[in-house]
């Protein structure tokens, strides 16, 4: 997650307000879905690949980002970790995590016998950022901030199961303190491009290569699916080369050259879309951050455009959105033109968002900050992507998408 959200408040804090009267009955009823299934795929693992069920984190852990069912050390605890392209390190709470959600499951190490401490000397801790070593002799620990939060960890080494597969000594972050609230309750899996990340650290297991489908931020059903190396991966799917940005890179950067609102191609710059590793310019493919955000001029062209097409009075901004409507709205589509001749075309569940109460229909984007590192960037975020298969061929360098429904 690459923006707080805390400009979205208004429209997160009613959209995500969960209905159940009984949170835990509710908590249970999802993990068991989970289990289900983790029991109906894990099958496929024996063959070469891993699939993963996604669910949206809105209902059960009230949060933007996406969710999967992992399990850590010997004999393994279950947690639900959040997805993010664009971190590495995985960091879960640990007892006694000072800030930490006191209501939410948490890892205890001194329950496994396969759990360990990374030493300040070893190689792990040399990758992590703003690690806080004496010695050389001491355990490593490392401080991050991750949107509004900001938090400390001790690097730690376990067992982490995904579906049927066990990665032994895998390296994490134990959460030792919290400070704020954005950080996910029960930890975070890095799908980034680091060393530290779950991709990286599974290289010889999985080749670098993972695609996702995300299910409508809406769902309450584990119907989404984490496929993880290149077996059972769509063979006919449209691919953008994946490019490298040397000083960020973790981010998984792509060549966009356009946008379009219905057929017309908007008069956006060049320089909107312009990869540029100096200034960090350019577009990444996110599924940490939950909306669309795109540089000013770009923003602006897709903003006007759209407003010129549906023709309905403007209500007031709510939120961060500038673009909403007191009443039901047909969007045109919008469609994000890649290099490599390809393009992806978004249905209206992936353009409009709706108030709790129904009453406010906004365009769901925004503009990039307006300072800052990420005032260059533009960002296709998570509900731009629902609903499609989105490939990371690391190896290949290339990055793909294709329609496909998964939601239940």
């Known amino acids: 997650m690459w923006f707080p959200l805390s400009f979205l408040i208004i429209v997160i804090t009613s959209s995500f307000t969960s209905t159940s009267s009984t949170p835990h009955s509710y908590a249970d009823i999802l993990l068991s879905q989970s289990l289900r299934g983790k029991s109906r795929l894990s099958s496929r693992a024996t063959m070469g690949r891993s699939f993963v069920p996604i669910a949206p984190g809105r209902q059960l852990l009230q949060i933007t980002n996406y969710i999967i069912r992992a399990q850590i050390g ?3 605890q ?3 970790l959040a997805i993010d392209t664009s971190n590495d390190a995985a960091w879960i709470p640990c007892s006694a995590c000072a800030g930490c959600p006191s209501n939410n499951p948490f ?5 496994s016998t396969s759990f360990r401490t990374v030493s300040c000397g070893s190689f792990q801790c040399l990758q992590v950022l703003n690690p806080m070593c004496p010695t050389a002799q001491t355990s490593c620990a490392f401080n991050m901030t991750y949107g509004s939060s900001s938090f400390q960890a001790g690097l730690v080494q376990d067992s982490f199961t995904l579906a049927s597969d066990v990665v032994t000594s895998y390296t994490f972050g134990c959460l030792q303190q919290v400070t704020g609230k954005s950080v996910p309750p029960q930890g975070l899996l890095g799908l980034g491009r680091g060393p530290l990340s779950f991709l990286s650290q599974t290289k010889a297991l999985y080749g670098s290569v993972f695609s996702y489908c995300l299910p409508s931020f809406r769902s309450v059903n584990f119907t989404g699916t984490l496929r993880l190396g290149p077996k059972g991966q769509p063979q006919k799917i449209k691919t953008t080369p994946l490019l490298t940005n040397p000083r960020r890179p973790s981010l998984y950067y792509v060549n966009m050259v356009g946008i ?3 057929s017309h191609v ?7 879309f312009t990869f540029d590793p100096n200034t960090g310019g350019g577009t990444i493919i996110d599924a940490g951050t939950m909306f669309t955000m795109l540089v000013g001029p770009a923003y602006t062209a897709v903003r006007d455009e759209f ?14 959105f500038d673009t909403c409507y007191n009443t039901t709205i047909t969007a045109p589509t919008i469609s994000f ?6 393009t992806v075309t978004l249905p209206q569940e992936n353009i409009l968002i709706h108030s709790s109460f129904g009453s406010i229909t906004c365009l769901a984007m925004a503009a990039s900050p307006a300072t800052g590192v990420n005032s260059v960037l533009n960002v296709i975020a998570s509900m731009q992507q629902q609903n499609h298969r989105v490939l990371f061929d690391i190896p290949n360098s290339l990055v793909g998408f294709a329609r496909e429904p998964c939601t239940a």
Do not use: D, E, H, Q
């Not at 908007?266 to 909107?272: E, F, N, Q, T, V």
């Not at 033109?337 to 390809?342: K, L, W």
């Open 74 to 76: 010997t004999p393994p």
């Open 78 to 80: 279950s947690l639900l």
């Open 107 to 111: 890892f205890s190490p001194s329950k």
């Open 260 to 262: 379009r609102v219905g």
């Open 266 to 272: 908007l008069p956006i710059p060049a320089s909107s």
């Open 307 to 320: 407003r010129r097409r549906v023709r309905v009075p403007i209500a007031s901004p709510l939120g961060g």
């Open 337 to 342: 033109m890649f290099g490599g001749g390809i």
